[in-house]
């Protein structure tokens, strides 16, 4: 049996896929790197935003186009959220979310999602964690929840099993992802922060990146988890997400706090946290949102200054309280999109300009798409150089900058021009 798998999505549903991929090579089934020599196809899907729906959408034809003898199995959330968009689609399963769901339609035995789970990583030089599955939110315009459910952690004890195996094999990068990782561990008696300082009993040295929280879930234990970055090796990058800044639009989403406690909030991490850079998800166009509102989203952006802002034009999900409320006109949210782009893109290159010449250590995790490679700052800033060891730290002199990445140069290279010669 042939099987090709990509995956769309979260670096959560990323991790996923890595785990599919291991679980059927353990099997014995044989993946192909090319989706025309496959005999079966797995879509793992993500159904969160409509934009990303008519991209697996599009995806699915494609392949269906190229290998139409293929049956192709749509894994993830998109089959939970809108199962009718690929209702009608000729040769294909519609599975559900669960790794359980894939197995039984291949006829194999029986296995569960599970940072234990061997792995094909896409980047042989980054961990990517699940510490958990669902979350103990209920957003209006969240479909996810309806896919995952509620809050299902992994023990400390198996994620750390996984950590080590992977420190050992000399991996230096670690991504700690779930839909919610603020609420880690509630349902276990035990938090994010006791999570990470478990991890952090390693003497070897790597880098840590904290994935997403809601805000409302780290004022429960803000004092321990700002401790937690006294630790070099935790990157100084936080992914706290507000979706509004306006208090009648977050209370319409169902977000469980105000705009003023995430203000306070970001204040004390950046006074207490130093080099911090901080990472926000913005939705613009919500249901009834007025300009006025929309406004107060731009301010807030204005006045706090992230470091990456991830902006979302509203998209309907199926079966979900912001379904039932009259939807804005799609050019409406394109302008407002657009606004807000050109302000972050300006905060964001005025930021960066400010790291030119300064020197930064870097972890080299990736290879650029063009040429080079990137590296990221302790505060986890992409940085782009040409040349670069994968898996070393190396320090850098930031050369230019860009609003969404750094170019620099390896310091050992200024001090010995040969070195940048390719071999």
Not at 82 to 108: D, K
Not at 279 to 307: M, N, R
Request: charged content about 20%; hydrophobic content about 40%.
């Amino acid at each position: 049996m042939k099987i090709w798998v990509t995956g769309f999505g979260c670096s959560a549903n990323l991790a996923e896929t890595e785990q599919i991929k291991g679980y059927l090579s353990a099997q014995n089934v044989q993946l192909v790197s090319n989706p025309r020599l496959a005999c079966r196809i797995i879509i793992h899907s993500c159904g969160v935003k409509k934009a990303t729906e008519f991209k697996i959408k599009r995806r699915v034809q494609e392949l269906k186009k190229a290998n139409p003898k293929a049956q192709i199995i749509v894994s993830g959330c998109l089959p939970k959220i809108n199962f009718s968009l690929l209702e009608h689609e000729s040769n294909l399963i519609q599975a559900g979310p669960e790794l359980e769901s894939i197995t039984q339609h291949l006829s194999l035995s029986s296995n569960s999602f599970s940072p234990l789970l061997p792995i094909k990583p896409a980047n042989h030089f980054v961990s990517m964690i699940p510490i958990a599955t669902g979350c103990l939110s209920n957003c209006s315009f969240c479909g996810t929840k309806k896919a995952k459910g509620t809050l299902q952690s992994h023990s400390i004890p198996t994620i750390q099993s996984r950590f080590e195996q992977d420190v050992k094999k000399g991996i230096k990068e670690f991504w700690l992802t779930s839909q919610d990782n603020g609420c880690y561990g509630f349902d276990l008696k035990t938090n994010l922060p006791q999570l990470v300082n478990a991890l952090l009993s390693s003497t070897e040295n790597f880098r840590i990146r904290i994935g997403m929280l809601s805000p409302h879930y780290i004022e429960r234990y803000l004092d321990d988890f700002i401790e937690l970055f006294s630790d070099k090796r935790i990157f100084k990058f936080v992914h706290l997400s507000v979706q509004s800044g306006n208090n009648r639009i977050l209370k319409l989403m169902r977000r469980a706090y105000s705009v003023e406690q995430f203000e306070s909030t970001v204040q004390e991490l950046r006074q207490k946290i130093p080099g911090l850079s901080l990472s926000t998800d913005i939705i613009v166009g919500f249901p009834t949102e007025t300009e006025k509102e929309f406004l107060d989203s731009v301010e807030l952006v204005k006045y706090l200054q992230p470091d990456v802002v991830n902006i979302a034009r509203f998209g309907l999900r199926p079966n979900t309280l912001a379904e039932q409320l009259p939807d804005m006109i799609d050019r409406e949210k394109t302008n407002r999109s657009h606004l807000l782009s050109r302000v972050c893109r300006n905060l964001l290159l005025k930021k960066n300009l400010a790291l030119i010449g300064k020197k930064e250590t870097v972890l080299i995790s990736e290879k650029a798409k063009h040429h080079g490679f990137i590296g990221r700052t302790n505060s986890y800033r992409p940085v782009v150089v040409p040349h670069a060891v994968l898996g070393t730290f190396s320090t850098v002199h930031i050369r230019e900058a860009f609003p969404h990445f750094l170019k620099g140069v390896l310091e050992k290279e200024m001090l010995n021009p040969l070195l940048a010669k390719p071999a």
